[in-house]
């Protein structure tokens, strides 16, 4: 089974805009995929679409088959089990990918709750060599995103310094 099947993948606006227009592919086992275009071409769109992650009055006809789950008409709960596994999306900009409420820590560990059931230090355990991961000073986990660097920001996946929360 491939990783990713997508067959004439098209999203539309509310008004009926064609906005990517029947795109297909395949991924096998192994391989990467970039997506390269200019600004306003669909690459973003196609990435939500593939996610099943399309802003609202948006809609994806064809076909989108993630690690053999059909992504277009599928329930967000259903699709929760392949996202995180088959697939994530790295987004472009990290500061607004961030909820700037929430501690960088709290926003690592939710995830990592979710798909590997684990809570209290096990969970602390795994956020923080998350972060040493990308090279990443402890001390991130309590901060807030305006509080770190633009770089720090893109880098991806205390003592405890952010407050401990019933789901952590």
Known sequence: MNPLEVTGLSVRRADGRELVRDLSLTLAPGERLGLIGESGSGKSLTALAVMGLLPAGMTAGGSVL?????????????LNRVRGWA???????????????????RQLAEPIRRHRS??????RAAVLEAL?????????????????????????????????????
């Open 118 to 123: 684990m809570r209290g230090a096990r969970l």
């Open 132 to 168: 040493a991961e990308v090279r990443l000073p402890e001390r991130v986990a309590g901060a807030y995103p305006h509080e770190i660097s633009g770089g720090q920001r893109r880098a991806r996946p205390s003592p405890w310094p952010w407050p401990a929360s019933p789901g952590c």
């Open 66 to 78: 993630l690690s053999g789950t059909q992504v277009i008409g599928t329930p967000h709960r259903r």
């Open 87 to 105: 697939a994530a999306v790295v987004f472009q900009e990290p500061q607004t990918a961030l909820d700037p409420l929430t501690r960088i820590g």
